[in-house]
């Protein structure tokens, strides 16, 4: 009767294209897209040189410092240069402030303007060293995950944070909010008046959630390796023990949040209050380094971020489970609160 | 007389802002179409829903078979069958696929082509549930309420919506249940149906059942067993001037004037004769019989369906 439940939730899920659509196909996507805007350092930068007509010897030094850089100089009279600002093409200006130098940096190209600062700064530090008779180049930047990861890029840092994210919405949204919809639109209640056993549709339902969830995870990893060369570092053992944890916790999550809400409206609500912060503050796509203190600490309590760390230490770095011990601690403390409210609030209409 | 198959005693159910049920009795014998007749919010859902065991009642017992929810739960869902109000499907379910399900969760069920068969779905037997009409997802919401081969099966408003011709068919299948010797139950707010349909009925209003019997006995009881009908063109002109005259009750409907009467045969011709004199507008004038509107009309003061 469990086997018969189970394989008809497949069979109704496979016939579900938006759901297929959400489950499958928009991670692959997301992946495959920011992976590709991430994956190389972009367009070259570009520098503008905005020099009166006469230049120093100091002008001189600093130039040659720039061209041995990456960034391609584009020397331009000051009016000239003016203008290619205002038409906001430059994203970074180098130019005259009395005896030295200053960098204009557009504050709507920050990603170019930004590194294009760097680098110009870099130079002029070499520039500088230069003059004072010691002979660098320039200073070597090594790109590296804590585990020693040496070729880690964008896709590698990305991939498991969005396992964590879907994990994160299928719970909610595949388990939470089906079955405030099936409650509001009395589907339980057809049941409710069979002679089926509640737990038997309900272990069909959460055997059905959790292998779509790990065939999920694993169609993305296989992706990941397809396209960017991306693998496991870590035991597959404690990758699956970790994939496991997460579908749980981010199921009875759902189970819990779904016991709170009649309509399919409140339950949207009450949903993205979860969703959202999680969504931008846990690390998925970006590291909350430069986030004040206080919010990275306040992070760690919601499960999805520790989980992330977590993942991503054991999937690109191969760290042993017991390195993230105090996330997994976290991760397992919301799955049995969770857990626990699901369970004492359920209910079928 | 044997054991009902279904006894209720003393039922109430109190929503926030209305009593639903009002201490409600009920008795249903084994093989017998039995309707809840009641406008809508009567408590005709209501009432049917904890006798399924879905709503938990404030007061009130409940034997089905003899037995009580409590303690013979399973064994009662078992052997009833329901179609609720609405029922809702997963959208892309076939019919052949639901009743199969369904079917699984019971001991003893029948074949899902004989159901099929039953309900006239053998054209959409393969097609998603979202495809079908509204009469033909009710006519599978029924189909389901019979795979079981229940001994008790409840319909809550089996035919509202459907155009007439859909409602004829499913009043077979129901003709057909009884002569296979189920009982059921079933709720209504069309009185012709119940007419047509039930053995006994009840009429239900604001939680209370009015009174019961056989639709025959029901129409009898009223003493005024006829109804004079003027038909006008058009919406009928206020009645209460010639009603306060002729000293007579005169009701202003639609069309028409509906002037009850103990004595069809004595009023007519003055009624007649004295409309002329006043020069009332109509264009016919019938005598029927009462029907099961006029006692809930004459009960209530208001229409089943307003
Ligand atoms: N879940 C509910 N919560 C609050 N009030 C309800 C609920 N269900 C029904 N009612 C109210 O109870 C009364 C009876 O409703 P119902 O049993 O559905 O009547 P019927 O089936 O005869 O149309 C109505 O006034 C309705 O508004
Ligand atoms: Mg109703």
Redesign the pocket.
Known sequence: MLLRQFLMEWKLYSRDRVAMFWTFLFPLLLLLGLGVIFRSRGPALTLVWSMPAQTTAADAEMERALAQTELILLKLPPVEAERRWERGETAAQIEKAGEGYRIRVNSYLTAQGQSAAQIAQQAFLIAQAKHNGMNIDTLPILMESPGHAHASNYATFLLPGLIGLNLLSMGLFSVGMVNVAYREKGKFRRLAVTPLPKWIFLAGQILHRLTVVILQSFVMLLAGWLMFGITNHGSYVALMLVLTLGTGCFMAMGFALSSFAQTTETYGAISNIFFFPMMFLSGVYFTLDAAPRWLQTAVVALPLSPYIKALRGVFNDGAPLGSHLFGLAVVLAWTFAAFGIAVKRFRWS | MSEPVLRVRGLRKQ????L?VDHLDLDVAAGEVFGLL??????????LEIIEGLTAQDAGEIAIFGMDWKRHGKEIRSRIGVQL?STSLFNKITPREALDLYGSYYPKRRSTKDLLDLVQLNEKADAYHITLSGGQQQRLAVALALINDPELVFL??PTTGLDPQARRSLWDVIHHMKEEGRTVIL?THYMEEAEALCDRLAI?DR?RILTSGSPMELVRELELPSVVEFTFDGKAPDASDFARKLNQAVESRGDTWEIPTQDPKSLLPCLLEFAEMEKVPYKQVHVRRASLEDVFLHRTGRSLRE
Request: hydrophobic share 20%; no cysteine; aromatic share 4%.
């Open positions: 929503y926030p802002k209305v639903a009641g406008p809508n919010g009567a408590g005709k859902t209501t009432t109000q809550d408003e709720t239900m939680g």
